[in-house]
């Protein structure tokens, strides 16, 4: 992934951020051209596998457990229900799932094993899979790597100098120690900001900076506007204009030529034409779906209205790379071959009318 040498100082960013729009707007869609195909616009269904409950403090987010908000929290999904889920997306035009549990950090436990098996089993429905679960170490992203994990999604969100002001339980270098781990792995990376919480044109900025600093800009970039939630500490936050959405998406675009700049959250406070001047401008990628985690998003149907008036086509999955070949994962092999034992134990005791010893299956 390359980094535009024309745009790689603060000073040559900020005088492109504030550029007139029209002749930024036509900087990047003539970038785009040379990089990706224009019509072409991925959809990707964001889907939350476990909700809220988190002990995180992000001040933007509803699922922190110390903010009172409308959500509801959910233990993890099943593996079943991710599949039917997945199977839904895709029917509808989405090539990428991305799962996101509400966690600080992967712990090695049953649940992350089911996370493993969606990742095989949705890797096998040839989607491409994202996950966002937090913290990770580099033996969580080799299983994941190894179960089929196509990208890891893991937000700066905004500059270094910002992120305190938005987040006191980890450290800016947390963040980016878990993306290294993914890229160590070798699963592409997803890492992107929100605008609207308060910052500076400078902290967006900021966040293109940081990811200049990378030996390997993240693969993409979504770009998500604030959807300020009751409860949470930005809950008062006004909208952005979404002419700033279209100046962020465009600056992305020109300073990362080649990554995916996704359009994320905040598209329900736009309408088509701002939207369509961010596909102009560079947007290779949508969320589909009326959620994103949880808030609202538009419907697939508008989605697919506003494709057809636009000239839009869905992009395949692997546009952008090789689809992972999912291998058995060594834990979960040995968990099923305890369960097969435990089970025929049952059986044999059925019949015996004996009680078998019980056998702890972790
Ligand atoms: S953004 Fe993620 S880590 Fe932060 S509170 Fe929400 S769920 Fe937790």
């Not at 890492?191 to 910052?199: D, L, P, R, T, W």
């Not at 506003?306 to 790379?321: D, N, P, R, S």
Request: glycine content about 6%.
């Amino acid at each position: 992934m390359k980094v535009n040498p024309n745009y790689n100082t603060k000073e040559s960013l900020l005088e492109l951020y504030n550029k007139p729009l029209l002749e930024l707007v036509f900087e990047a869609a003539t970038i785009h051209r040379k990089f990706h195909n224009p019509r072409e616009v991925q959809m990707s269904s964001l889907l939350s596998i476990k909700t809220g409950g988190c002990s995180e403090d992000c001040g933007y987010c509803p699922q922190a457990a110390r903010y009172h908000t409308d959500v509801e929290a959910h233990k993890l999904m099943s593996v079943e229900s991710v599949i039917e889920q997945a199977k839904n997306a895709k029917s509808n035009g989405s090539s990428r799932l991305c799962m996101g549990a509400a966690w600080r950090e992967v712990r090695d436990n049953k649940d992350f094993d089911s996370v493993v098996e969606m990742v095989q089993a949705v890797n096998d429905l040839d989607m491409e899979v994202c996950c966002t679960l937090g913290m990770l170490n580099e033996n969580q992203a080799v299983r994941l790597k190894n179960a089929g994990l196509f990208a890891y999604n893991h937000n700066l969100d905004s500059s270094k100098e910002f992120y305190k002001d938005i987040i006191s339980t980890r450290e800016y270098e947390d963040r980016l120690n878990t993306i290294d781990n993914a890229r160590k792995a070798g699963i592409t990376v997803c890492s992107g900001g929100i605008i609207g919480m308060g910052e500076a044109i400078e902290d967006r900025v900021g966040l293109l900076l940081s990811y200049m600093e990378m030996e390997t800009p993240p693969d993409s970039i979504p770009i998500n506007a604030l959807v300020a939630v009751e409860g949470t500490p930005l809950e008062n936050q006004k909208p952005i204009e979404q002419w700033e959405m279209i100046r962020m998406v465009a600056m992305t675009r020109i300073a990362f030529p080649e990554s995916v700049v996704r359009l994320s959250a905040g598209r329900t406070k736009m309408n088509m034409e701002g939207q369509a001047l961010c596909f102009m401008a560079g947007a290779g990628s949508i969320f589909a779906g009326d959620k994103l985690l949880t808030t609202p998003n538009p419907e697939f149907n508008e989605d697919k209205e506003m494709f057809k008036i636009l000239g839009l086509v869905a992009k395949e999955a692997f546009a952008e790379g090789e689809k992972p070949v999912s291998k058995p994962d060594a834990i979960i092999d040995a968990r099923k071959e305890k369960e097969r034992l435990r089970a025929i134990q049952l059986e044999e005791a059925k019949v015996s009318g004996f009680e078998p010893r019980k056998v702890t299956v972790n």
